[in-house]
């Protein structure tokens, strides 16, 4: 495991566990119940815990966690155990949360941007995820539209795709809400997500 620490950020590549992160495991697992306010469970969290770039933000001199987040590079369909999906290998952001008492910090903007860009260093045609929640389409687009705006990247795409009771439940608290993006069509309280896809066209940029 290889550590690298950047300016608010720490990264740890090529976890396959939650054994390989030690202490910070448990500070991970915290943040994310805060997050979520019971939704997901420190258990949950800490049994699921791997990823090709864990990245983490600190209280200054604390252990304690504020930001976390995970991307795997995969298709979706090894992802999703789908043929339909896609076979193209991609970023997936596994997970990426705020710490309920972090939040406001503009913590989850900077997250964004750091592993957007992780992800298009490895010139991926392709960035998904899957979740509840339309800030987080909103969040990655916005990241995107920046880049398109500084000849980063040519064009994007985004794709979205229904999954009835991907979840089974819920995740947060509340209903997670978004003044630009409706998910209006899916029924939280059933667990129902969308997969959604953003396909990278890198154009003449780079």
Do not use: W
């Not at 369909?77 to 309920?100: L, P």
């Amino acid at each position: 495991m290889q550590k690298i620490e950047q300016t608010s950020f720490e990264k740890y590549y090529d976890i396959k566990s939650a054994a390989e992160l030690g202490v910070l495991a448990q500070a991970i697992a915290e943040c994310v119940s805060s997050a979520f306010q019971g939704g997901v469970t420190e258990e949950d969290t800490i049994r699921h815990m791997s990823g090709d770039i864990i990245m983490v933000n600190r209280e200054h001199n604390s252990d304690r966690v504020n930001a976390f987040s995970a991307t795997v590079f995969a298709s979706p369909n090894e992802i999703f155990n789908s043929e339909t999906i896609s076979d193209q290998k991609g970023a997936y952001f596994a997970a990426a949360t705020v710490r309920k008492e972090a939040q406001g910090r503009g913590l989850y903007k900077a997250m964004n941007v750091e592993r957007v860009l992780e992800a298009l260093d490895t010139v991926v045609p392709l960035i998904f995820t899957r979740t509840q929640n339309p800030r987080v389409q909103a969040g990655i687009e916005a990241v995107l539209e920046q880049l398109v705006e500084s000849n980063k990247i040519g064009s994007y795409r985004t794709e979205r795709i229904k999954v009835p009771g991907a979840y089974g439940q819920m995740l947060t608290k509340e209903k997670p809400y978004s003044d630009s993006i409706s998910f209006d069509e899916l029924n939280l309280e059933a667990g129902d997500a969308y997969i959604i896809l953003f396909h990278i066209d890198y154009g003449t940029a780079r």
